[in-house]
DNA sequence: GCTCTGCTCAGAGGA
């Protein structure tokens, strides 16, 4: 029976005479959740009482982790009762797991096998673009190909093509490259052929594994007969594997073991060896090296994963000296010294250089934290694959169920395509060209590929490189982002510059040439921003609030400093929010840019800008490096190819709604920055509640106001309509442009007639009062409203495409759309920041007592009313909204 | 307790 709690008191650790002799144990205290035998919750007075469990053996290093508050978990534990009370105790089968929702991944176990502070160094440092990293993924990707029957000349040709890119900025030519990696192929050859004779089909290449039970994830190379085999394409002259190498052939052993059958071999492939390593007497090439793996050493695996679990659940830096590797030997030790002197860490190769400052110290520790507490989340995510029920899973829009299994097709190249039917009304948060968990059941327990949607309709068309007879999709949580945030914090604050960080400190006022030039004529603020955003030295900060054209105002900042010989990146959270700069670049007649992101991302009509990854590496080389304008979202400003690049200045865009980590992504890059955006507008997306939440925008506007300019003079909405955001959100310094901004209404429009409409429509701004139904989440009774709103306008000559619905729920969202025309775009505030509509109605589905805020602070709000351009009406309860401050002040506007 | 976008994924190797 499987055992697990809470750790709920300090462990004691005891040593005991048996029948078998002296052994160890130790006693942790746990509240369970669920009774071990029947699986039932445990409730009532017995829930708050702990269990002893006792671990026997060399379970008492992992017990010896534990402190209270961590999860536990006990496979195979067997009962009994001492002095009549019930306990449980590991058995010779039992594995202990420390913190088993922490899932560790196979790479993270296997560095901190080699040494703890090395794992800790790859997370923070992350790997930069090298060649030997390069070659060793291609030969990884070749022997995919070969595995699942692909020609070997071929999968080099295009596997190097696939890498033009990064080949281009490795100064690589494909010849040589393709060179190498025959050679190493020619091994797996080899190999493969004796495989083949004795066992024809029985392979599989690249499955990603989950165990639920372990709490470790990793990917396989390869699986034959039910055993994993790992690839290397480094050198190894010794007989025997490396220890590493093992370890990690070993995590994928236990992920294939809690799903199947048990395993005790792996197999190494150390493709460089071939030459070396011929046997005189047969001859035969021996680059494969087969071990077995006994009980020891898969529990071996389990303990190392649990000190890198209760390590990071207590939030601990290693310092080295917990594992036993020789620094001297180590290629990390200076990046390891030099990080341990920064940060004032005690580490086992010592230490290099002054620590920062303090403030910095603090600042990083912080952020270290809470980008941990937010990878924390992206855990939990994981944890929920197998916590929720499929139907849970589908109505947190998680997973798509239920969906009817069509067909499974290979493709050129052994990849395979997967059709499967999905009812028309289920949503999700799955979109076209995301990753996700395809399975036929189960995305952890059933069979389950990570699978591309290439087409998400009626029909679902997926691309995996194995088949799955797939009838669930589900999110696949990933830890990209995070790890990119944490990296980008440590180049600024590590390797970031003095003069920079002093800045970024309010250590030192940030410094401005003075122009004279005239860049905008008729918008002074506009013309300040550019003058401040070209002539900054050191940052410049635009705070542009709706309609303000913030984004006119940065194309012609751009220009300018193009003209002026700059290499300027151009960047932003979202892709949409890089396209429409790109766009407003393009409507001032500059194309001269390259827009870097994945296919997916990218807009259609930006699409002929984008930078291919594949084909010849000189030429994607010099496209990359010529450009003199480079746009790409931040989390790509993070990858290995952007970190390559390096510009006079970065402009970001929506910079509010980045969080501190994600803006340096971009800003690292450039020697100057401008951060362009609105902090009264939505804040980041995080996941946890912590430093995260506030953007370096935000901050910086508070640390040097002298930097910044506020875009003043909105071009969009009707005077009614902007008061009530100016004077709440902008201290009343938001003003039309133009007399004729401020009067615009619907009789502007072609055909359309204010007259038309009844009377309390009339005004730019409205209310609507609708006792609403008792929903949480929905108001029928809003919709139907909503509905018959917009046939009145459409009456009165308005096409309803010029009509935007924004409500605060997603179920919301989905209700108004089952009664208004397709042609009215309906969603949530989030997605309809940035853009407008002529006409702008928001459901409020408030009801009875409000709980808790309904817009959930007032950014959101913000962002609802600055929406229309002529005319904004509120439909709710106004008896509900008048028990809140900020909504009766709302109503009072609206109706007055 | 709601709202939400990113990203080839994870792993690739250097003596």
């Known amino acids: 029976m ?29 509240r369970l959740e669920r009774d071990p035998e029947t699986g039932e919750p445990i409730a009532g007075d017995d829930a708050t009482a702990p269990t002893t469990v006792t671990c026997w053996g060399k379970w008492v290093e992992s017990a010896q982790l534990l402190e209270p508050g961590m999860e536990l978990s006990v496979t195979e534990a067997e009962t009994d009762e001492y002095r009549g009370e019930v306990r449980y105790s590991t058995t010779s089968d039992s594995y202990v797991v420390v913190e088993p929702g922490f899932l560790v991944n196979v790479t993270a176990i296997r560095s901190w096998v080699e040494c703890p502070r090395l794992y800790y160094l790859n997370k923070l440092s992350g790997v930069p673009l090298n060649y030997p990293v390069v070659k060793g993924t291609l030969v990884h990707e070749v022997f995919g190909d070969l595995l699942r029957g692909r020609a070997l000349e071929e999968a080099i040709e295009e596997r190097i093509d696939e890498r033009g890119l990064e080949l281009g900025l490795l100064g690589e030519s494909p010849d040589s490259v393709a060179e190498e990696v025959r050679q190493n192929a020619a091994a797996i050859e080899g190999w493969l052929e004796q495989g083949r004779l004795t066992d024809e089909d029985d392979w599989r290449s690249e499955q990603l594994l989950i165990s639920e039970t372990f709490g470790i994830r990793g990917r396989a190379d390869a699986i034959r007969r039910g055993a994993p085999v790992e690839l290397k394409t480094g050198k190894n002259l010794r007989k025997e594997p490396r220890f590493k190498d093992k370890i990690q052939a070993a995590c994928y052993a236990l992920l294939l073991e809690e799903n199947g059958d ?13 030459a070396l390593d011929r046997n005189e007497e047969t001859g035969d090439l021996t680059p494969a090296k087969d071990f077995s793996m006994g009980n020891g050493l898969l529990k071996y695996v389990v303990r190392v994963r649990n000190e890198l679990a209760a390590m990071e659940a207590r939030g601990a830096v290693p310092t080295g000296n917990e594992g036993n590797a020789k620094c001297e030997y180590c290629f990390e030790r200076d990046t390891c010294m030099v990080v341990s002197g920064r940060l004032d860490q005690e580490s086992k190769a010592g230490q290099i250089g002054q620590p920062l400052p303090e403030e910095e110290l603090e600042h990083f520790e912080r952020f270290y934290r809470a980008i941990e507490e937010e990878r924390a989340e992206v855990h939990r995510e994981y944890a929920k694959l197998w916590e929720q029920t499929a139907e849970e899973r589908a109505d947190d829009d998680r997973a798509l169920i239920d969906l009817e299994f069509l067909e499974k097709r290979p493709l050129e190249g052994g ?23 395809a399975s036929d059941g189960h995305p952890v327990r059933g069979n389950s590929e990570l ?16 088949p799955v007879e797939v009838t669930r999709l589900d999110v696949y949580p990933s830890e990209l982002t995070t790890d990119r945030l944490l990296v980008a914090l440590h180049d600024a604050l590590l390797k970031g510059e003095g003069r920079r960080k002093d800045v970024l400190f309010g250590r030192v006022e940030p410094e401005f040439e003075d122009l004279d030039e005239t860049f905008i004529d008729n918008n002074d603020a506009q013309n300040e921003a550019v003058r401040m955003a070209v002539g900054a030295r050191d940052l410049a900060l635009i705070h542009g609030p709706p309609g303000t054209g913030k984004t006119y105002t940065i194309a012609r900042a751009v220009r300018a400093m193009v003209e002026r010989g700059e290499r300027v990146l151009l960047s932003a ?9 790109l766009e407003a670049l393009l409507e001032q007649g500059f194309s001269d840019f390259v827009r870097v992101g994945t296919e997916s991302g990218v807009r259609r009509d930006i699409q002929p800008y984008r930078l291919e990854r594949s084909g010849d590496p000189e030429e994607r080389l010099e496209e990359l490096q010529d450009a003199q304008v480079v746009a790409a979202t931040t989390a790509t400003c993070g990858s290995r190819v952007m970190k390559e690049q390096v510009f006079d200045v970065a402009l970001v865009d929506e910079a509010a709604q980045l969080t501190e980590p994600g803006t340096y992504a971009a800003i690292n890059l450039a020697s100057r920055f401008v951060l362009v955006g609105d902090h009264q507008q939505l804040p980041p997306v995080v996941r946890a509640e912590n430093e995260l939440s506030t953007s370096l925008f935000e901050r910086l506007v508070d640390v040097h106001p002298e930097a910044g300019v506020m875009l003043d003079r909105q071009y969009r909405m009707n005077q009614r309509i902007q008061a009530f955001a100016s004077s709440a959100f902008y201290d009343g310094e938001l003003r039309p442009a133009t007399p004729a901004v401020a009067s615009r209404t619907l009789d502007d429009l072609e055909g359309v007639s204010r007259d038309a409409l009844p009377e309390h ?27 018959e709103l917009i046939e009145t306008y459409e009456a009165a000559g308005l096409d309803p495409s010029n009509v935007g619905v924004i409500a605060p729920f997603r179920a919301q969202v989905s209700e108004i759309s089952r009664h208004v025309p397709n042609s009215v775009a309906v969603d949530t505030v989030d997605r309809f920041q940035g853009s407008s509509e002529e006409v702008i109605v928001v459901s409020f589905v408030a009801s009875g007592e409000l709980e808790g805020p309904i817009f959930e602070d007032h950014r959101r709000i913000n962002v609802a009313l600055t929406r229309p351009k002529r005319a904004l009406v509120l439909v709710g309860d106004a008896a509900a909204l008048e028990g809140d401050s900020v909504y009766r002040e709302l109503l009072e506007w609206a109706q007055a």
């Open 2 to 30: 499987n055992v697990r709690g809470t750790v709920a008191g300090d462990v004691a650790v005891k040593t005991v005479t048996t029948s078998y002799g002296e052994s160890e144990l130790a006693e942790v205290p746990v």
């Open 262 to 274: 048990p395993v005790d071999t792996g197999t190494l492939l150390y493709t460089k060896n071939s």
């Open 415 to 437: 990849r395979w395509e997967l059709r499967a039917r999905k009812e028309g009304a289920a949503t999700s948060k799955l979109r076209e060209g995301d990753l996700v968990l």
């Open 451 to 466: 699978a591309r949607i290439e087409v998400l309709d009626e029909e679902v068309v997926l691309t995996a490189d194995e």
């Open 573 to 581: 959270f979202t892709n949409r929010a890089v396209d429409n700069l």
């Open 761 to 787: 429509l009339r005004d730019p701004v409205s209310f609507v009062d609708v006792p609403g139904d008792d929903e949480r989440y929905t108001d029928t009774e809003e919709a139907k409203t909503i509905a």
